[in-house]
């Protein structure tokens, strides 16, 4: 299937919504949006993708500041934003990335957002709350617990919740 | 080299100042420190890490937040930790991740921060400003500028460095 036919086909979808957590003025996405403003929408201010890779933009057009949007949940700004001292809040334009396309992506997302329990069988690794790795970190170890996180507790004395979305092996 | 051998020939090695851009008060560590306040610093506010993987904890005797902290610069407080709507800025602790070696580790890091082209040969691709996946955000494509990316202002827009710390690979 080549990237045409899997736009045709609604390989990409992400859908964005003008309150945080989900809320309020929502708008479903198969194809490119060049200003989400001509929707009526102010603001973007959470964001589901179904199906991705996607790109957003700070500007109309794909101009300024660029967001990856991988698989996932985002309910607020913090989510899909890089750590950057220069702190904007718009995203009002994206598209598909179609150039992603390769045959080992299943090793890629999983069907829940919850990870209730975790078992390390070698090296070092790194789960995220957010997709694209951002939010909390948790660094997982064959070296520590045996393995073995068998609660969401045992990621973090601070952690909050089970969310992980996403998670990489920690190289020297 | 089994881990204790690496430790010991300080193949792990982290040096912390106490103001931000590497100035001020500085201290350099090959092993663990368990409460930095113990060495006269108030806060932790740039690291450069030069053989890593290191963990930083928000909190003494490693606990609190987790922040991975992989070779490079960390200029500034934004440049290691995650975005997630508890923000400390507090990191008191630290230690090296011992699991994380593994014989592949040579495709990771290179010599310079700086990278003023890069030429994409297949795929799709996100650098980053920062090391492990923070900071600025450049998507880089085969099928965009023909893969040729010959300036950093080709990487955005608004590029205002060609700084560039770490990259991945995007999948479906």
Redesign the interface.
């Known amino acids: 299937m080549n990237t045409q036919q899997m736009e045709q086909m609604g390989q990409f979808k992400i859908t964005v919504w003008e309150e945080e957590n989900f809320q309020g003025k929502r708008c479903e996405f198969m194809l490119e949006c060049q200003n989400i403003m001509e929707r009526g929408f102010n603001k973007i201010r959470s964001i589901k993708v179904e ?3 996607w ?1 957003g933009y ?1 500007y109309p057009e794909f ?6 949007l ?1 698989k996932g949940d985002y309910p ?1 700004y ?2 899909w ?5 220069y702190r904007t809040e718009h995203m009002l334009s994206f598209r598909p ?6 045959s ?2 299943k ?2 997302g999983w069907c829940s957002k919850e990870v209730p329990s975790i078992k390390v069988n ?3 690794w ?1 789960a ?3 997709p ?8 997982l ?3 520590r617990h045996q393995g073995e996180y068998r609660n969401y507790n045992e990621y ?3 952690a909050h919740t089970n969310q992980v979305q996403s998670i990489r ?4």
Chains 1, 2 share one sequence.
């Open positions: 199906n991705g890779p790109v700070e101009q300024g500041q660029q967001f990856i991988e607020r913090e989510a934003s890089g750590n950057s001292s990335i179609k150039s992603a396309n390769h080992d992506s090793a890629m070698s090296g070092a790194v995220y709350q957010f694209g790795y951002r939010g909390y970190q948790y660094i170890e064959r070296d973090s004395t601070q092996r920690i190289q020297h």
